[in-house]
């Protein structure tokens, strides 16, 4: 079945560039939506956006657009750079596929998250 | 302020039946999904559309909605059912997504 995998950086300095990568095996990138989300220590999910297999993107308009999605199809990856980061992006990254491409508006397999700490 | 909200916590003893509710305008127009998530796992996709449930997801889960409101029901409740429950939906806007802060659900 298709499972995904989170790679990166645990600790970040805060202004750097955070980059995430989400790797997808047994089965294909194409044909999904993908997306990445967030969850901060103690708190809920917030979603920060996705991306179609083709490279169309969609984020999140409440969250500063410090946040690029993309995706490698010959890798079957996709990924995640947050740039200027501080200690409030402090948190487990999780990726997920969505199945809209299905007419359904949720995410039916998600990574293990990350976490990421943003310290100096 | 969120656009979905949620009760903080519920409490449900074992075997009984327990509602956790999800509230936002945008429920009027968009379908929600509910998450169950453990302590230190992932969350785990329950109930999908009007009343769907992935394989593998006991069908002691079940899913509604009406008006501004979306429920999820726990039907019979078991000790591992104990988790945070998070409901998702588009925003009013439609153009993205959105998390309620979540439900702790305590199985006594």
């Known amino acids: 079945q298709v499972q995904l995998q989170e790679s990166g950086p645990g600790l970040v300095k805060p202004s750097e560039t955070l980059s995430l990568t989400c790797t997808v095996s047994?089965?294909?990138?194409?044909?999904?939506?993908w997306s990445w989300i967030r969850q901060s220590p103690g708190k809920g999910l917030e979603w920060i956006g996705y991306i179609y297999y083709s490279g169309g993107t969609n984020y999140n308009p409440s969250l500063k657009s410090r946040f690029t999605i993309s995706v490698d199809t010959s890798k079957n990856q996709f990924s995640l750079k947050l740039s200027s980061v501080t200690a409030a992006d402090t948190a487990v990254y999780y990726c997920?596929?969505?199945?809209?491409?299905?007419?359904?508006?949720?995410?039916?397999?998600w990574g293990q998250g990350t976490v990421v700490t943003v310290s100096s | 302020s969120s656009e979905l909200t949620q009760d903080p916590a519920v409490s449900v003893a074992l075997g009984q039946t327990v509602r956790i509710t999800c509230q936002g305008d945008s429920l009027r127009n968009y379908d929600a999904s509910w998450y169950q998530q453990k302590p230190g796992q992932a969350p785990l996709l329950v109930i999908y559309g009007k009343n769907n449930r992935p394989s593998g997801i006991p069908d002691r889960f079940s899913g509604s909605s009406s008006g501004n409101t979306a429920s999820l029901t726990i039907t019979g409740a078991q000790a591992e059912d104990e988790a945070d429950y998070h409901c998702n939906s588009r925003a009013s806007s439609g153009n993205h997504y959105v998390f309620a802060t979540g439900t702790k659900v305590t199985v006594l």
């Open positions: 997920a596929r969505e199945l809209a491409s299905s007419g359904y508006d949720a995410f039916d397999i």
């Open positions: 047994g089965g294909s990138i194409r044909n999904y939506y």
